[in-house]
């Protein structure tokens, strides 16, 4: 794997590290990714049902889909990748993993210092009073209930719902203190995850991708390595390691 001269400078003298990760970063742990899910769920498309209309038109369509992907996560573990870049964060004076992905996997790998943009599939709340939903109530009703009577939903962030603000801010002004931004497994296709990477651009980082194909905002980045996260990412560290011992 080369590391263009800049990446080196960058790697040796970066304070602080953004990664953006998406769901590339756990195809390799076994989950599908986003846009690769189509095939799965065949008569619906993911991008219609993480919507706050398809719960309401299809509660129980939307509520089992969500069941069968929160079932597969004690089924998989972290891959290499979640490992790599849970030991990153060792390596940075100041350091923000930023992940588009609802399954959990980098918290189990070890990381620590990272914010949820998108939620966590493991977390439920009221669709109607919000109220954060620690134990599913046994019932025959799909979705089940609330107390005050409002269907219960997973703890995600739909296509055209906020992002939760104080996350946001926090990745936002990261991205603007970044000196080394890393994008690994997203298309860098949502909003508004995908303009992280323009913002620390803007403000001077180095920008480096780490992606199965190239993507649209590849021509943005200084260096682009293609190729499964689970390879590359090891080797980034390892990168990052030999760069700050020199
Ligand atoms: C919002 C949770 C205010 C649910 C998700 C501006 C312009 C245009 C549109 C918009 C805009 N602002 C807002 C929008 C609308 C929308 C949006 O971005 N639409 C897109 C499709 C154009 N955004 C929103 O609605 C956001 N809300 O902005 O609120 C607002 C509201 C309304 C109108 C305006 C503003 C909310 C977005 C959050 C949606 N929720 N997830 C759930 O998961 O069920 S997003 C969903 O997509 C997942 O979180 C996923 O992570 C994310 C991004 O996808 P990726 O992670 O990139 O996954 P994908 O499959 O696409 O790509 C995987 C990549 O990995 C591929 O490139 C592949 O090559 C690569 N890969 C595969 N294997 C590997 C690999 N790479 C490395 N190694 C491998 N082994
Ligand atoms: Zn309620």
């Known amino acids: 794997m080369e590391f263009s001269s800049k990446l080196i400078e960058a790697l040796k003298s970066a304070q602080t590290c953004l990664i953006l990760t998406g769901a590339g970063v756990s195809a390799e742990s076994g989950l599908q ?7 799965l769920w065949d008569d619906f498309d993911p991008m219609k049902l993480a919507t706050p209309e398809a719960f309401a038109c299809e509660p129980q369509k939307v509520w089992e889909w969500y069941q069968w992907r929160r079932e597969k996560l004690p089924l998989v573990q972290p891959n290499p990748a979640h490992k790599a870049i849970a030991q990153m964060e060792k390596h940075f004076e100041e350091f923000l993993l930023v992940t588009q992905n609802i399954d959990g996997l980098h918290q189990r790998a070890g990381s620590s210092k990272m914010v949820e943009l998108h939620g966590n ?7 109607r009073c919000g109220t954060m939903i620690e134990t599913l109530p046994v019932s025959d009703q799909v979705p089940p209930r609330c107390k005050c009577g409002g269907r219960i ?21 990261a991205a603007e203190k970044a000196d080394i931004f890393f994008s690994v497994g997203t298309s860098s296709v949502v909003q508004p995850a995908a303009s992280l990477g323009l913002v620390a651009k803007n403000n001077g980082a180095a920008l480096v991708e780490v992606n199965l194909e190239r993507t649209e905002l590849s021509p943005l980045f200084n260096d682009v390595f293609l190729g499964p996260a689970g390879e590359i990412m090891p080797r980034m560290l390892e990168g990052i390691i030999n760069a700050r011992a020199l």
Do not use: H, I
């Open 153 to 173: 939903r997973p703890d995600v962030v739909w296509f055209g719902e906020m992002l939760p603000e104080a996350v946001l801010r926090q990745a936002w002004r």
């Open 33 to 39: 990714t986003f846009r690769g899910m189509q095939g």
């Open 121 to 127: 599939l493991n977390r439920n709340k009221c669709s």
